[in-house]
């Protein structure tokens, strides 16, 4: 997670107020639904800092973080869970013809 501190992302906010940043959605406020947002990452606080128009408008803990050592083997059960998620969200998205 260190590594990726100081790293910035730009999205879109959806008609909801809520962003997606790699497989997670993060709400941020509704009333600036549909604007652009600049997204920078804190590794040592595991947060997210979330600016619209050069001003804060919250910080949100990363999700998704496990915070533990863990064995191979469930490392391995988690990486399966987590690639037949994208998966499934991967074929939500694809239309399909008759």
Same mark, same amino acid.
């Given at each position: 997670?260190?590594?990726?501190? =100081?790293?910035? &992302?730009?999205? $879109?906010?959806?008609?909801? =107020?809520?962003?997606?940043? =790699?497989? %997670?959605? &993060?709400?941020?406020?509704?009333?600036?639904?549909? +604007? #652009? /947002?600049? @997204?920078?990452? !804190?590794?040592? $606080?595991? *947060?997210?800092? @979330?600016?619209? !128009?050069?001003?804060?408008?919250?910080? @949100?803990?990363?999700? =998704?973080?496990?915070? %533990?050592?863990? !064995?191979?083997?469930?490392? /391995?059960?988690?990486?399966? +869970? *987590?690639?037949?998620?994208? #998966?499934?969200?991967?074929?939500?998205?694809?239309?399909? &013809?008759?």
């Amino acid at each position: 997670m260190l590594a990726l501190t =100081g790293k910035t &992302y730009k999205r $879109k906010l959806n008609h909801k =107020g809520c962003l997606q940043l =790699g497989n %997670q959605t &993060y709400y941020v406020q509704s009333k600036i639904r549909k +604007k #652009w /947002v600049n @997204i920078w990452v !804190d590794g040592q $606080k595991r *947060e997210l800092a @979330i600016f619209a !128009d050069r001003r804060l408008l919250k910080k @949100i803990p990363i999700k =998704g973080l496990y915070n %533990q050592r863990m !064995d191979f083997q469930d490392y /391995v059960a988690i990486m399966c +869970k *987590e690639a037949a998620s994208t #998966w499934h969200r991967a074929l939500r998205r694809t239309p399909t &013809y008759p």
